[in-house]
């Protein structure tokens, strides 16, 4: 007499559940009929004197119903995400027209334009400015200011060769020291206006000219 081992379907509905979860509700309904057909099979041609165990059918039957309510959370998962993408584009949206700020050290070159803020925390015997491109090349390096507080930077887009550079992202960073060497804390910021958001990828980008900006990048924001 044949057996419906409780295994053999559920773990099939499981690995399904994980791929796809209209998918997974298709096969557990495919295995759950089989396993009912092989029930009322093995009822109908069972010994009268040495009845199957209905503990077997009850585990079985367990395991389905965990299979179903594991499939339809990951249904309701999907949904949310869903929602949550929506929601942020929205937001994202909300960004247009308005001056953000970055504090990632990048800025975007248009025009043969490019304009950073740097601050140093204390009185500097020296100060150097490193701008990298997207590749991660360093392109310019020039001396920078060294007194206390804020200072701004403008980049003609120019290299140490006087190439002018394209259009895109570029990358500053300070490096100060003090007289007696030690190092000097430093920011790089930039700001520039939102001019379009890109919903094309995974999460929504802010495009401030030429540069992505990621909404977790962002410091501050003004409305002009």
């Given amino acids: 007499m044949t057996t419906v081992a409780p295994t053999t379907a559920t773990a099939a509905a499981t690995a399904t559940a994980a791929a796809a979860p209209s998918a997974a ?18 009822l109908q041609n069972q010994d009268p004197l040495n009845p199957m165990d209905s503990n077997q059918f009850t585990q079985q039957l367990v395991e389905f119903s965990q299979v179903e309510q594991q499939i339809n959370t990951n249904d309701s998962l999907k949904t949310l995400i869903g929602q949550g993408t929506s929601q942020t584009g929205a937001y994202a949206v909300s960004y247009l ?16 334009e490019a304009d950073w803020a740097y601050s140093l925390g204390t009185t500097a015997a020296q100060t150097n400015l490193s701008i990298t491109d997207a590749q ?14 804020n200072h701004a930077f403008q980049w003609d887009g120019k ?7 394209p259009d895109g992202t570029y990358k500053m960073t300070v490096t100060a020291a003090a007289a007696d060497g030690s190092a000097v804390t430093s920011q790089v910021s930039s700001t520039g206006v939102v001019s379009e958001v890109d919903m094309t990828g995974a999460t929504p980008q802010l495009m401030v ?3 992505s900006v990621s909404l977790t990048d962002i410091a501050g924001v003004q409305s002009l």
């Fill in 136 to 149: 991660g090349n360093v392109v310019y390096t020039g001396a920078g200011e060294t007194g206390t507080g």
């Fill in 209 to 211: 000219g030429p540069m």
């Fill in 25 to 42: 509700q298709t096969q557990l309904a495919g295995n759950f009929d089989t396993f009912l057909t092989l029930l009322t099979t093995q």
């Fill in 159 to 165: 290299d140490n060769n006087g190439t002018q550079l």
């Fill in 97 to 112: 027209g308005k001056a953000v700020t970055v504090t990632n050290g990048n800025a975007p070159l248009a025009n043969g």
